[in-house]
C-alpha cells in the first residue's frame, strides 16, 4: 500500500495555516514593539472644499499619509444647514 498525502490533507493543512498565520504575525509584531518607546499621536491637517455643490474633507498633504477625502457632515445633500 502507497503511503501519500491526499489532496485534501493538503488543503486542510493550507487552511489552517492560512488562519493561524495572522495570528502569530500579529503576536510577534507586537512583542518588537514591546520595548519601543510610545509614538505621539498622529496629526491630521483636514481642509473642507467645495465641488459640484457638495462638501467635501481632505487630508493634506502629510508625508507619511496617503491623502483621503469623505463626504463633509454638513453637506447640503444631507439636508443639514451649513456652518
Do not use: N
Not at 495572522?22 to 507586537?30: C, E, V
Not at 518588537?32 to 457638495?54: A, C, F, I, M
Not at 487630508?59 to 444647514?81: I, Q
Amino acid at each position: 500500500m502507497k503511503k501519500a498525502v491526499t489532496l485534501v490533507e493538503i488543503l486542510v493543512a493550507l487552511a489552517i495555516l492560512a488562519i493561524l498565520a495572522p495570528a502569530f504575525l500579529a503576536a510577534r509584531g507586537a512583542a518588537g514593539r514591546k520595548g519601543e518607546p510610545p509614538q505621539p499621536p498622529s496629526t491630521w491637517l483636514l481642509e473642507t472644499v467645495r465641488h459640484d455643490g457638495h462638501l467635501w474633507v481632505i487630508s493634506s498633504a502629510v508625508p507619511t499619509v496617503p491623502a483621503m477625502f469623505c463626504h463633509h457632515p454638513d453637506c447640503p445633500c444631507t439636508g443639514k444647514v451649513e456652518r
